[in-house]
């Protein structure tokens, strides 16, 4: 079936036509193996990006399927991934509690962001944007955001609350501290579903081993009563430093959304006002400083119940049952009264509202997952917002894109397939636009599903259409089945994967291809660690350190003194000892002469001079000079007229095409004149040393003097 470029251009999945056979029965087998992967997966994502881990699958389903229609690859597997679920939630942590319904809208207006960033910088063909990120960088950043991803999972791991704070380090710190109360079954879940992922891993790697484990676990966890769940009033709380606090907290909890409602209402009357009155008008100006006052009020207060919710969430307590007709009772750990007896649990605080609280005294589970289709509408955008989501955004499109592109060249490499990157960007930004629409945060390329992909032998993004059919059929009729899902198994799925990003041999081997790419790739991994939990300022370091170390580079190029070595060639005389020429001096410039390097150009070309005062000749080689700027050339006028004037005389070898053009049309060229601009350095050399025999009435002897050609015949 023939399909004009045009229309391919607009709908690029008709690239698989005609379709059917063995390319079917391929593709379907490839989308059941991925999706079997995909779904623990996705829903152990949305966890690390702060999301309530349904929300993987909503993330799992049309992206999955839109990035495949539209992007280039015919086996990239789109979807949530490690890095950009940790860049979401350090993005967004300090803006809204992990899991709350405000910080689910911001996620979801995060992918609005990214998928508009992506998709824009796809259609106007921008995709070199993200040579800015360097390769060194990138592996900084991925080796680091692997240990953050892997110690930010602990804490579910051994079953014990880690605070979040603006210091990443503190609050892993606190993890440790509270090793000693780790939950044992919930360790043992964990490490149960890391020792299954890990053998079948290596004795038997084509089965599930992600799906097995989940659903190992799940049903033991369903058979030992795994989740141990109550709800009691703050009164009942016996300690009374815990219950003060608690009750501080409600009620600033209350206070939260009285000045949220206040805010709101205020805002639409200052929208009205400056539509009636005016920007500047004393009731807009007025109004809008009462604004910026709650929420200062409101940045105040939930700052502050975030420190107490630190607190409250480190509470051990033991519950004496009900009894007499007396509600349960609680404890802190160890303080039980002498007569009564506790019920064996240890219990912790999940949350506090309206004078309850949420306790939980077993493993954490999944519970209830929301049966059905998301919910399909785009978001709310708060303006307020855009601006502290916008930076983050940037980073997340552009750290994704540079993920998915470089997955899916590696499978290109397999299958001899021809990726454009800017297509690629327009699948990934139209996969992001469609997950905002139907509650999804945001998404990218995976390195395991894409191999898993076409290790089950995918043909076309059939494959990841038939995933997300897949995933469909787990919205509409499997969600019941992962209630008892442990938090610990998704945890250890998390784990399981991010140790494949821990790469230490890729940092060593950019030190050893250049001292400042080493430089950058180790400064990205530490400025990334010490950021945590903003990682977006971490990638910025070691984006802008690699840009700065490449201009010092090309400030400084490589500028060499000439000789003529015993082969005829021409040589750095100093790296072979090669005697000077009294007749001319030979130098070559490797590097473009632009703005930032030319009084380095200037400084070296005069020191050579200077150094061989009797040489009444000056070569300058420009076979490496591959740019010149209006800066470069100024200087290059200045230099031979300043050295016309002491009485040596500048000629040039091996310019180029695109440099001789800039010094014909600002009139350099003529003022040099032809008769000193050469092809190559030898042809130069030659006519300098007949200038200097005519000067001098006899030939000169010269290091520099082209040697005779040999003739055979």
């Known amino acids: 079936m023939n399909v004009s470029p045009r229309l391919q251009r607009l709908l690029p999945f008709l690239r698989w036509l005609p379709y059917g056979g063995p390319a079917l029965r391929a593709d379907f087998l490839a989308g059941l193996t991925v999706a079997l992967v995909l779904v623990p997966q996705s829903m152990a994502y949305a966890q690390l990006a702060g999301m309530p881990p349904y929300y993987g699958l909503y993330a799992a389903f049309l992206p999955v399927m839109v990035a495949a229609l539209w992007g280039s690859s015919n086996q990239l597997g789109t979807g949530p991934v490690a890095v950009v679920s940790l860049l979401t939630a350090s993005a967004l942590t300090p803006l809204a509690a992990p899991g709350s319904e405000h910080f689910v809208a911001l996620a979801i207006m995060l992918a609005l962001l990214v998928g508009i960033v992506q998709l824009t910088l796809g259609v106007f063909k921008l995709g070199v944007i993200v040579n800015f990120l360097s390769h060194p960088v990138i592996v900084g950043f991925t080796n680091a955001a692997a240990i953050i991803i892997a110690l930010s999972q602990v804490n579910k791991l051994i079953g014990v609350p880690m605070g979040r704070s603006e210091r990443f380090i503190e609050d892993i710190w606190g993890v440790a501290k509270q090793v000693g109360d780790t939950h044992l079954p919930t360790l043992a879940m964990g490490a149960t579903a890391i020792a299954i992922m890990w053998v079948i891993r290596k004795k038997a790697p084509k089965l599930p081993g992600v799906l097995i484990a989940v659903a190992v676990t799940t049903a033991a966890s369903w058979l030992i009563g795994f989740e141990q769940n109550a709800t009691v009033t703050i009164d009942r709380v016996a300690e009374p430093e815990a219950r003060a606090l608690l009750t501080e907290f409600v009620r600033t909890e209350t206070r939260i959304k009285e000045i949220n409602d206040q805010v709101g209402t205020k805002a639409a009357e200052l929208k009205v006002l400056r539509k009636e009155r005016g920007e500047l008008s004393h009731e807009v100006v007025t109004t809008n400083y009462e604004v910026e006052l709650l929420r200062l009020q409101l940045k105040d207060r939930e700052d502050e119940n975030r420190r107490r919710n630190r607190v409250i969430r480190s509470f051990v307590f033991e519950r004496v049952a009900a009894s007499g007709g007396q509600p349960a009772e609680l404890y802190a750990e160890g303080r039980v009264p002498a007569g009564k007896v506790a019920d064996g649990h240890r219990w912790r605080i999940v949350r506090a509202a309206q004078g309850e609280m949420k306790l939980i005294g077993g493993g954490e589970v999944v519970g209830k997952v929301p049966q059905g289709l998301p919910s399909v509408g785009m978001p709310a955008v708060s303006w307020d917002m855009l601006a502290s989501l916008l930076s983050a955004a940037i980073v997340i499109s552009l750290v994704g894109f540079m993920e998915a592109i470089s997955i899916a060249k590696a499978i290109a490499a397999k299958t001899k397939q021809k990726i454009d990157p800017n297509q690629e960007l327009i699948g990934q930004g139209l996969a992001n636009l469609v997950g905002c629409a139907t509650q999804a945060f945001p998404v990218s390329g995976s390195f395991s599903r894409s191999a898993v992909n076409i290790n089950a032998g995918a043909m076309t993004g059939m494959s990841s259409v038939f995933t997300g059919l897949f995933v469909l059929l787990t919205l509409l009729f499997l969600t ?3 209630y008892h899902l442990p938090q610990a198994v998704l945890a250890a799925v998390i784990i399981m994967a991010v140790i494949g990003l821990i790469n230490v041999e890729a940092v060593k081997h950019a030190w050893k291809a ?20 903003h990682l977006d300022k971490g990638i910025i370091v070691g984006a802008g350190l690699a840009i700065g170390l490449y201009l010092y580079r090309t400030m400084t190029p490589r500028v060499a003194i000439l000789g003529r070595h015993a082969d005829g060639s021409l040589r750095d005389a100093a790296v072979n000892e090669l005697p000077a020429s009294d007749v001319v ?15 380095f150009f200037e400084d070296a070309i005069l020191d050579a001079v200077a150094a061989n005062p009797k040489a009444p000749y000056l070569l300058v080689v420009g076979n490496g000079i591959n740019e010149l700027d209006a800066s470069g050339e100024e200087v290059m006028h200045h230099l031979v007229e ?21 010094m014909r049309a600002t009139g350099l060229f003529d003022y040099i004149s032809q008769q000193h601009i050469f092809a190559t350095a030898d042809m130069a050399l030659e006519a300098i040393h007949v200038w200097a025999a005519e000067r001098g009435g006899e030939e000169v002897a010269s290091p520099l003097r082209p040697l005779p050609v040999k003739r055979f015949g």
């Open 642 to 662: 300043r050295l016309r004037g002491n009485g040596v005389t500048v000629v040039f070898s091996g310019l180029k095409k695109q440099v001789i053009d800039v």
């Open 514 to 533: 250049g001292r400042h790419d080493g430089i950058a790739a180790v400064a990205t991994f530490i400025a990334t660690l010490l950021f945590a939990p």
């Open 480 to 482: 019941p089945l992962l």
């Open 585 to 599: 001096t030979a130098v070559r410039f490797d590097g473009r002469l632009y703005f930032a390097n030319v009084s």
